[in-house]
Structure formats: structure tokens, C-alpha cells
């Protein structure tokens, strides 16, 4: 699914004449020169004839199948029962397919149409069988592809027991058959891809859908223009109403759900009169654009109370419905959500942002206060309705469109100082009392009140004050003109100019607000278009003091506050506010040329606009080699949703070999369409013309981007064509994009898109944080590039509504854009499928471990969208695709990660929209997995799969300790991390291997306590990052493969009892493990008992002297080195050994 962002609204979303083009010179190619001879089977085209009916049929004489796709007509009425096989030459075929072109001659005289159950595809159309009343497609056909369009005598159209799915050229199916009745759905139907399955069946009354049933997640018009069809109830497990699902439907009266409604399409039940009966809303959280537009018999009350989406026109004239209504779930209630109901609102949003243009007519109004979070009030927005008197608009308020409180009986209204521009169409006719909480000189007010209405400002206003800076003083014209190098001019007064303030080629001067605020404004702008002017070669600074502000008030001027070809310094103090600037090519504080530089140091540009459909413009617009700087103060309040939608921001616009630099302060709360905080556009080729941008501090955040009419919006940062930016440190966070693209950045080169030589649109993140933001695509950062490389920081709790909660990598066909990722972590994520990382169906990738990527520990959760598969990787591509995506077996940090199937994803007959297989391929279970082979993840994945990183605590500490990028807590529908439908490439093919050998020495096992198998750990760092057992069956020696380079790599063994280990050699080596039989300790005897004390014995005889023996020699003596007394002495050693020597169990070496 491609979202490509483009640059104008001409540009491509799908490339679909260049997608086209080749294939049509392809068949030409073929007709004119011929096919090669293997390009297809042997097919024969035969006419057959069967019980005296005439049967054509595409012979394919190498698998014996046949393809009917011909009838001819019989001369008098006949029922025809297509044969399951026919014989030809002597040989049997079967019947597996049936197609039948929509343009054929028609068949009138065949009444009746029995299939064989042989038919596994039907195809094409049954138009030409105007004759036949009943069609039953059997069981054997499992997707049905055909049509039976204009049919117009058939009645009764059965789908057998056995029939999965309707497919995609199926669509309108059933359209202008006028007399069809019945459709009876088999329980197995799973699935209808098929768009207006059943449209424009208008005979049909009641039809029953299956239980599980489920409309492709893309498609729309199902019973649209079913105008005798009266009620149906929606099948167990459907949980959404599709697009346009019941539209038209003008006989429709009920419809009722088996399950609990989340989704209400677009046009869902527009148009449907007499609609009295709906499901219970209690449990819908997103209601589209016209959904219930025109039921106008619709009572209420519904329950909206979960609704957090609500779209324009959705409860458009329903003139008849009432009651309660809660509102509190929405943030904007969008333009005629109610238009012409009586309903009464019980409850707004705290947050609520936004009331469109005639939200509320007729609606009652009367028990809520406008919350402080409301900023904008369309025209009509409630227009006759019911309103509390006095009514209070909140400060927070900054547009109130015509006629908003236009024929309500309001008497007094009171207006927060957020307002600049009011109209008194606002206004109901017979108002009394208009309350302003701002200045005169603030508010531009248009139009007359009604004669006798007060109309009261709570601010007081500037009076005339001359252009001298202090009483009697010279102008401060004069003071610039006559300041030496260097000088301060004080201002001891407001000064209003008649003329713009220059300030000359080579003065350096400050200009100061002392001892309270000072404004610098005018009120006649007949002679004046800028405010202030810098000359090239000049320098001016502008400051307040303490609290005094110098404020230069822009309201009435028509161009320019500053614009500058010299250096411009807003320092603390400064304020630039309240100017409505419409010139294109320029901006509200301008610098441009190699020697201008526009400085903000503490000073603030808040609270401006651009209007007029300006182009090329900002609140500071930097062009033609100028330089922008940013170390404090802010830019915020600007508005530009009324500049051009291509090329105006309501922040910093640079242009044209332009520099910028951010390193402290915020650029906030702007809002416009594209780039409201930084716009980057080269549109100049050469190096010399490229735009580039540092944020290495600051803050830009809360910023929003809206769109408007076909044209996208997207990116708080914008980065276009020949222009880079590089983010170092500092924040860009909780900004909002809508439904555009890219929350926090995006980046587009248009002549990748266009196919031609690319500019080099770069993105490089070294640091710094992307977070809280949200868009449509790319919560976080949105890219159609090949120049984004995110190198390290933190991008976090970024929500994409659709794909890549954290980023997108975009790419279709045609334009392909990669992303670079280094270094990275990608855990603690959520989606509905790919928590972790999503590819579309055009997207790859490359994830390689050497400062590479680790991807564990995120979470696929059921949807209102879809059911859950692949906690951290989705993958889907056609089958013919050559997009694929490799799959290390290692992470970051080297620690061996094993990819498990954790449930299932196909892409349906329409190649685009992707499905869970849940029931078909279960989740993860621990007990047990499904690994995919380590052939199929290096030689990248050739099918659709949903899958879970299982991974060691060891490993993931690694992948922890080496990434440098962060990227967590984002979530999306798909790809909570990463969504691609281009390129991801992440690391290097750098590796290393380490081999391991165990040596053992133990007299060859002479004791028999050799273990049969020993587990030896690989370490890096500290983190064991993975193991193997060695044992006789590999020679005791095995190799730690695919390692990313650099590691500090070390090993340790499970040592067995009985041997001392020591590890010899290096990683780059080769470890060698020797273990040493330790001889077993011998056991200590037992102490003898004491003996008892003996009696005195006898006192004996002097011995006898014995007699000398015959033959008897001297002993012998045995020498020091005797072997018997040298086994006493090694036993003894042994024996004291076996103390002192402990089990090393662990040990390891580098």
C-alpha cells in the first residue's frame, strides 16, 4: 500500500500508466515476434459436442485439463449441464475452468445452467445466458472471480457449501440483474474482496450472510442501490460497515448486528430515507465522512459516546433525529455533522480544538460551555441553534467564521483575546452586546453591527505617538541615522512610523525598550509597505528590558516587519506580532543574500498570518544564501493555513543555498500544511544551492498541519528537493499532521519521484529525539528518499494512524525511496500487525547485526482494523514480487536471535489489501515454535509472514548496551517501529567467525567420568550472547557463525566435575578449550577409638639371648628412590592436591 507524499497535486500516488506501459510493450513484443516455444503449455482450441450441445474448449494436452469458454446456442429452448470431462482424439480432460467474455454473443435458447463439481476457477461474465432464472456455482470453485452482470431473468443465485471468497473480479456482481430475488451464501464464505458485491440488485428483498463473514478491509458499495431491500443483520464477527456499504438503499428500514459495531464507512447508510433501525453505536469509535448523510427517518437517540472520529456530513439532514447526544470523545466536530437534527449536546471534549463550518444548525447547544482548548468556530458553525446567553468564546478561540452565531437568540456575547479578525455577520441580527477582551488596535473588525448593539473593547487602544523616541526627541529615523558604531537608542515612548526605518549600509545600532513595553507600529500604510529595513552591510539588533518588551505591531502594514539584506538580531524582550502578510517570495521577518542573517536570541515572532494563498513565504523567510540562528526565544502562534499549500510555513522558510541553525529555544504551536516549524526547498541544482539546516538544541513541538483538498499535508519539518537536514540533539515532538504525513519530519526528493537524477534529500539523525508525534504515515519521521539515515537518538511514542508508528520508508513500484538505519533498537512497540517492523507489499529490507539493528520485544494487539499477527516483523509481497527481506540471525551486539511464525498474513485477490490467517496459522506458542530456516532468512524471504524475535536476556542486554538509536513506544496500525513500503537497509555485511575446540586431558578417559557433551557460552562483554554443545559427534569443536565485527568476545564452559579448565588462543584465532582431569580427593579415615588403659603386666624374666640364625645376611636398606616409596609419596600428593585445587566453574578468556 502505497502513501507516496507528492509535491504537487498532479504528482503520482501509484504510478499506474508507468505500471501499465511496460507490460502493454511486452504483449507487443510477443504478437510481433512470437513467444519463445516453452514460453506456455500446449493448449488446443476443440469444439466437442456433448448430448447435441456444442461445447468450445482450450485443450491443455499437458495436464489434461480443459477450459470452456464457448456454448453455441441451441435452436430451441434447452437446459445444458456442463460436462465435469470431456474426450477428445480418445483422451479425457477435465473441466477446471470456465470463462465467458462479457462482449460474447448472447445465448437466449439455453434456459437452464447446471456446473460440474470439476470447476475449481470461474471467470469472465454470465451475461450472455439472458435466458437462464437459477445459477448455482458449486462447491469446487473455492474463490469466484466472475460476473453476473445484466442478467436479466435470473431470480435465484446460490453460492454451494465450499465457496470461500467472492474475489476482486467479482465487483458488482450482480448489478442490473432487475428480477434477482435470492441469494443464498454458503457458511463457508470467509471473505468478499469483491467492491459493490451485491449493488444495484434491486429486486432483492432479504438476503442472510453467513456468521464470520468478513468484506475485505478495502472495499466498498456492497447492497448500494438494493432499493427493495428492506433489513438484514450483519454476520457474527463483523465489526465494521463498510463504505458505502447500504447506500441508497431507499426501502431500507433495519439493520441489525450480531457482534458489536466499532467502524461506520463513509456513505455507509447515506441516502437510505426510511432507515429507522440501526446497531447500538455504544461501542463505534470512528464514524466517516456522509455515513448516516440523508436518513432522514432516522429517530436517535445514538449513543456517541466512544466515537473519538467523526467525519463531515455524518449526520448531514437527518431531520428527524434527537435526543442526547455525547460529544466527549471527539477533538473537532468537522463541517455539517449535524446540519438540520434536533439533537441535544450533553458533553464536549475538554479538548476540543474545532467546530466546522454548519456543525451544529438546528442543533441545541444549550447546556455546554465552550471548552478553553477550542480555536476555531466555523461559518454557520450554529447558526439557529440553541445557545447558553451570555455566550462565552474562550481565549483560546482565534477564528470565529461568518454567520457562526447567525440567527440564534444570543443577546451578549463575550469574546476571549484570542480573536483578531471578527466580521459582524457572527452575529445575530438583534445582538445587544459585543465583548472584546483585547485592544482596538488588535481586532480587525469588518462589517457593521446592528444600529443600538455595544460593542465594548476591554483593552485600551494605542494612541497617535509620533515617530521621536522620546518627547521632544528626534525621530527614530534621526537616532539611527546620527548613532556612532555600536550605539543604543532607548526608547522612552511608542513610536508610530509614517515611513519604513531604515537602517543604513555600515551602522550598527541597538535598538531598546527601557523602563516599559514599547511599540513600534503603524497606522497609515499608505507610505509604508515594510516596517523595518536593513540594508546590506548593516546591523541592527532589537531588544526589551526586564519585563518591557519592545513589540513591533504589524496589523496595518502590508509587507514586511523587517526584511533585511544585513544581519537582524531579536533579542530577549522582542516581539514581532499581529501581522497578516500575503506577499509570496518573501516572509514576516526576511533575510536575504549571502550577507543577511536573521538572529533570534531571546526574541518572539508569535501570533501572525499569511494569507492570500501566499507562496514561497514563512514567518521568518530566509533565501539566496542568507543564514538563520536560533539560541533562544521562540516562534510560535503563527498561523499559515491560508498560505499556499505547497510552499508556505508558519515557522522558518529557507530557500535557494540558504543555512540554518537551531541550538536552543522552541519553535511551537504553528500550524498550516506543510513545514509549520522548519521548510527546507532546494529548488535549485548544485551544491552551491543547497539548503542545509543544524538542530543541535532547541525545542519544536505542538505544531499542526491540516489538508486541504487533494494536497497532503505532512511534516512539522519539511525537507524538499536539493536540501538536508541534520538533527544533533535537542526535540521535535507532540506535533500533529492529521491525515497527512511525516508528524515530526518529512523528507521528499522530487526528482526521485519524477525518475530522474536525484537530489540527494537528506535527513541525518546523530542525535536528539522525535517524539509524541502523529500523522497518517510515519508518526515520527516520513521519508521519500534515499538520503535518511537515522544514526542514533531516540524516537519515541510516535502514532501513525495507518503505517510506521515511528517511521516510514515510502516506495512504490515505480519510485523506490531506502532508508539507512544504524546502530538501532526497535523494542517496546505496538501495532496490529508488525509490532515491530512492517513491510507493505513493494517493501524490503536488509537487516543486518554488524551495526545493524535488533528488533525484540514489541507487541501485535487486536484492532478495530484487523486481528493481530507478527509481534515484530510482517512481511507480504506477491508471489511474483521480487521485493525481499534477509533476516540476520544475529542482533545488534551479536547475540543469536531465533525468527518463530507468530501467526499469519496473505495478501488478497486484490494484490493490495493485507488479512490476518489466524485460524490458519496460530500465534507464537513457546511450547512450540516454528523457526524459519537461517537459508530462507539470508536469502531473504520468499512469502508472506508474520513473525516474533525469541531472543536471550544476555542478547538483548548486548543489543541494549550497543544501540545508539532508540526507537520505542510508537504505535500504528502497521509497523509500530518501521513501516516500509520502500527500503529499509540496516548494517553492514561485515563478520567474523570464531572457532571453538575442546582438548581433553584425561589419560583418554581413564577414570570414565568424560561427560558425552559439554555446553560452552560465547560472551560479549559481559552478556552471554550465545552457546553450543561439543561433543564426539562434531570432534568436540564447533564455530560461532555470522558475528558482527568489533565484538569483545570471550568464552566460558559449563566445566564437568572431576576437571579443571583452562582457554587458550583469541576470537580472532580460534578459543581452545582444555580440560584436566583433577584425581578425586581420597576420604579421610576414621580415628580409632581410644584404647582402654591396660593392666600392669607381670613383671617378667630376663629374656633368653636368641640364637643367631643360619645363613642370615643384613638386610637390605631401600634406596631415596625406590619406586614403592615414591608411589606412597605421589598418592600422599594427591591426596593433599585434591584440597587445595577448586572447580573452576565458568572461566573464561578473551
Known sequence: MSNALTLSQEKMMGGGIARILPALLTLLLVVLLGAPSDAYAETVEKNVEVDGITYTFEIDTDVLTAELYGIENPAASTAVSVPGTVEVDGVTYTVTSMYFSSFGDSLPNITSLELPDTLTSIQGSFRCFSGVSEITIPSSVKVFEASFQFMDNLETLTLSEGVEEIGQSAGSMVSGCDSLTTINLPSTLKLISANACFSGATALTAINLPNGLQFGSNTLSHFSDCSSLTSVTLPAGMTQIPQGMFSDCTSLTTVTASSPITKIGSSAFSGCTVLTTIPDLGSVTQIDSYAFNKCESLVGPVDLSSVTSLGSYAFNECRALEGDVDLSGLTTIPDHAFVYTRVHVTALNPELTSIGTWAFVWADLSDVELPDSLTTIGSYACYSADLPDPLEIPDSVTSIGKGAFGSTDVKEFHIGSGITELDASVFPGDVEKVVIDNSADNVRFTGELPVGTELVYELPSLAAAGDSISEGGPSLQEAVNQAAPGAVIELEKNVELSATLVIPAGKDVTIRATDESRYLFTMDASNLRDLVKVEEGASVSLEGSGEAQLVLLCKDITGSAITSEGAVTLGAGSLVTRAYFGNSGSGIVAGRGEKASVTIAGGSISDNKIISNAAYTGSVYVDDGAHFSMSSGSISNNDASDANTLTGSAGVYLADGASGELSGGNISENKGHRGPAVFLRGEK??????????????????????????????GTVFIEDNAEYHLVDGAICDNSMGVGNGGGVVAVDGNLQRGQAEYGTAFVMDGGVVSGNSANYGGGIYSYTNGVELNAGEISGNRAFSTGGGVYSEGNSDYYGTIRVKNALVTGNTAQQGGGLYFCATGSGVISSTDGMAVYGNTAVDGTDMDAAGDDVVFTK?????????????????????????????????GLSVHPTTSDAPRYDASSPVDISAEELSSGLKNCYAIKAVVGEGSAAQAEKEAQLVITGNTAVRGGGIGSNGGVVSGTDDKTKIAVSKVWDDEGDKDGIRPSSVTVHLFNGENEIDSMTLSADNDWTGVF???PIGGDYSVAEDVPAGYELSVSGSASEG??????????DPEDPEDPEDPEEPGGPDNPGDPEEPDTPAGS?????PETGDASCVGVLLASGGGIAALVVGTALRRRSA
Open 1071 to 1080: 578459543f581452545v578449550l582444555t580440560n584436566a582431569h583433577v584425581p578425586k
Open 1041 to 1043: 557463525e555470522n558475528l
Open 878 to 910: 506477491g508471489a511474483n514480487d521480487d521485493y525481499l527481506l534477509t533476516l540476520d540471525t544475529r542482533l545488534l551486539g551479536g547475540g543469536a536471535v531465533r525468527w518463530v511464525t507468530d501467526g499469519g498474513v496473505y495478501l488478497s485477490s486484490t
Open 685 to 714: 541544482d548544485g551544491e552551491q544551492n543547497r539548503v542545509t539546516f543544524t538542530q543541535s538544541g532547541g525545542t519544536i513541538s505542538g505544531n499542526t498541519c491540516t489538508k486541504v483538498g487533494t494536497v497532503d499535508s505532512g
Open 1113 to 1117: 645376611e643384613d638386610p637390605v636398606i
